[in-house]
């Protein structure tokens, strides 16, 4: 196997410098059936998120999923495309511009390169590493924006930016950020977001924070993910001064027919307007990002059936996105991870 290297470097005079690499999830490159095949491909080929025997999956992903998802799939997509693409890698973007902004004021125009790699798809991890190094970064924080770890997500991440790095000569310093739902940073854009949608619209009946869903077994298994889901809530409940029955935590974006992780947010928003909730706020603090599981499947869907069940009020918080104050979070946590 030939690895990669640089062959004109410059013993002497070269500065090494540190990066930061921002990872998320990824998104089809187009809202359409055959770009969905593909990313859903990759996506649920990787066993890490679909952890079944690789033989049988294989059957099942290839005669049962492949040929109809996708289409379902880029109709959902359709709905939440912008001009400029997906809304997922529109806001990573704009997530590495202001944090490169942060950088450069603190550090020095490119002195501390940002690089955005995907998960699934594009721009690849793979590619990302490749323009850290090509500017000479030796010592990379890596930062999946997944505030709550689960190996479904960050775990994969690791998975995608070993398999990188094991094809370098020269294989940078690495710091894996494998989650950050306790910091202050994170936690104070979260409780901040909710506290100016209720300055806005009112203490509701309910607060929701619904967070994506895993296999049930995964939580047996010794994932921590569903412990992390709900000391969010806990912290961000006492930060917000609310009492414990004020918010609930729920679970979105079942797949297949085995059980997930519940409450379901989706039952949870049919039943709450009959138990006498009408008013609710909801947000999705799993997502450092808003994308098709926030804009379409809650605040469009979620809200259609809290509102046919008898809801008055729906206010969907947006994801912290490019916020200012979750910039200057992800900020503190990257550069408290510099060596
Ligand atoms: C099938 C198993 C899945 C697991 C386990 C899973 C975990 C998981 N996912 C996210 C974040 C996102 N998922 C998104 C989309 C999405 N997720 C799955 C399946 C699993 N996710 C599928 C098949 C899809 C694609 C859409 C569809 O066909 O329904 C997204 C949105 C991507 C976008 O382009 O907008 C995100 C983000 C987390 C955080 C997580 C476990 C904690
Ligand atoms: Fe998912
Ligand atoms: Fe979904």
């Known amino acids: 196997m030939q690895f990669t290297g640089q062959t004109e470097y410059d013993h002497e005079n070269s500065s090494l410098k540190k990066g930061v690499l921002l990872c998320n999830l990824g998104t089809p490159d187009a809202p359409t059936p055959k770009a969905l095949r593909t990313y859903l491909r990759q996506f649920l080929s990787d066993y890490?998120?679909?952890?079944i025997p690789?033989?049988?999956?294989?059957?099942?992903?290839?005669?049962?999923?492949l040929p109809f998802r996708p289409k379902s799939s880029a109709k959902l997509y359709q709905q939440v495309w912008t001009d400029?693409?997906?809304?997922?890698l529109v806001t990573a973007k704009a997530q590495q511009k202001k944090l490169q902004q942060r950088f450069d004021q603190q550090f020095g125009e490119g002195q501390v390169p940002v690089a955005l790699g995907m998960r699934y798809g594009n721009p690849s991890i793979e590619s990302a590493i490749q323009q850290l190094t090509d500017q000479n970064v030796r010592d990379i924080v890596v930062l999946p924006l997944y505030p709550q770890y689960c190996a479904a997500t960050a775990g994969s991440t690791w998975d995608a930016l070993a398999d990188t790095l094991k094809k370098y000569r020269w294989v940078p310093s690495v710091r894996f950020i494998n989650g950050y739902h306790t910091t202050d940073g994170y936690l104070t854009a979260l409780a901040a977001s909710i506290q100016q949608q209720i300055d806005k619209t009112g203490m509701p009946d309910k607060i929701i924070l619904s967070f994506h869903g895993t296999p049930e077994s995964y939580l047996k298994q010794g994932d921590p993910y569903h412990c992390?889901?709900?000391?969010?809530?806990r912290l961000v409940t006492e930060r917000l001064g609310l009492e414990k029955d004020?918010?609930?935590?729920?679970?979105?974006?079942?797949?297949?027919?085995?059980?997930?992780?519940?409450?379901?947010?989706?039952?949870?928003?049919?039943?709450?307007?009959?138990?006498g909730v009408k008013n609710i706020l909801i947000a999705c603090p799993g997502f450092s990002a808003d994308c098709?599981?926030?804009?379409?499947?809650?605040?469009?869907?979620?809200?259609?059936?809290?509102?046919?069940a008898g809801?008055?009020?729906?206010?969907?918080?947006?994801?912290?996105n490019d916020r200012d104050d979750h910039i200057d979070g992800l900020y503190d946590l990257v550069t408290k991870n510099f060596s």
Request: proline share 5%; net charge negative; hydrophobic share 40%.
């Open 54 to 65: 690789k033989l049988l999956w294989w059957v099942i992903l290839n005669l049962v999923i």
């Open 228 to 233: 992390f889901c709900h000391q969010t809530t």
């Open 48 to 51: 890490r998120v679909i952890g």
């Open 84 to 88: 400029q693409g997906s809304p997922l």
């Open 292 to 308: 098709l599981e926030t804009i379409e499947e809650i605040d469009a869907e979620g809200r259609e059936t809290f509102m046919h």
């Open 311 to 320: 809801g008055e009020q729906f206010h969907y918080i947006p994801a912290l």
């Open 246 to 275: 004020q918010v609930m935590t729920t679970f979105q974006s079942r797949f297949g027919k085995a059980a997930w992780l519940q409450p379901y947010t989706d039952k949870t928003l049919q039943a709450l307007p009959e138990q």
